[in-house]
């Protein structure tokens, strides 16, 4: 059976015995340390853990940004690590979305152009892509301002923008680093309540790195890492956050 036939019951993300060390020696320093995890489509995840705990680079690491010490990542069924730099980045294009903390929109083009640049790279006609976007712009409260550049957004609305853009095309999973750390409490519920939206309409997996408590909320699984190396893992209730959550390192 060939992978394309196996990917659309794959995973969205599966690690094993993965490693991330930088540098050597006694000043070695393991990142992500022996983390092994899946993720199945359509999950709601959020890895917390205190700074320094290995988040980012966990993320960095599942989206191929990366290169693991060690270990195996696959994405929709796909050996991120045998990929060549080339094939990661068709793999990013296509499967993976990005959110991140400061929006990374381009300041020259429109809410609508930051938008489709992903379908537009992929080579869709513009005429089927900016009628993606404006119905995604419907639904998650952007009507109106696809002329809009960044600058003349709020913050909460660059987001969306960020938001549409890790979308559009139907990843496997969406990547969402810290994505309500520059956002009011109302926006931040703004934006976590659209990407609720799309993770059960559209079955899109999100993985979030964060320290939101408000994130941790809305997450249906929390992964907590300390030291790079998975503490707990647990599935809960939406609205729930256990106290475990935020308990400081090596308490109990």
């Known amino acids: 059976m060939s992978d394309e036939t196996q990917r659309p019951h794959a995973p969205a993300v599966e690690t ?11 000043t070695a320093v393991h990142a992500v340390h022996d983390v092994s995890l899946t993720i199945g489509q359509g999950e709601f995840v959020a890895l917390c853990g205190p700074s ?6 966990l993320v960095n690491l599942i989206g191929g940004l990366t290169d693991p010490t060690r270990g195996e990542v ?56 900016r009628k993606a976007v404006s119905a995604l712009f419907r639904e998650i409260g952007l009507e109106g301002l696809e002329d809009r550049r960044p600058g003349a957004l709020s913050g909460g609305q660059q987001q969306r923008v960020a938001v549409a853009r890790a979308v559009l095309g139907a990843p496997a999973l969406v990547l969402a680093d810290e994505p309500t750390a520059n956002l009011d409490t109302q926006a931040s519920d703004a934006l976590l309540g659209i990407m609720e939206l799309l993770n059960q309409e559209r079955r899109v997996t999100f993985i979030f790195c964060t320290h939101d408590p408000r994130v941790m909320r809305r997450a249906r699984r929390i992964i907590r890492l300390v030291d790079g ?24």
Do not use: C
């Open 16 to 26: 094993r015995a993965l490693w991330k060390t930088f540098g050597q020696g006694e």
């Open 52 to 57: 320094g705990s290995g988040k980012t680079t």
């Open 74 to 129: 696959r994405v929709d069924g796909r050996d991120v690590g045998a990929m060549s730099e080339p094939e990661r980045a068709q793999l990013r294009l296509e499967r993976i979305g990005f959110v991140f903390q400061a929006y990374n929109l381009l300041p020259v083009l429109t809410a609508m152009e930051n938008a489709e640049f992903p379908l537009m790279l992929r080579g869709v006609p513009k005429d089927e892509r």
């Open 229 to 252: 190396h998975v503490e707990r893992d647990a599935e809960k209730e939406s609205g729930s956050l256990p106290d475990w959550v935020l308990e400081p390192v090596g308490a109990g």
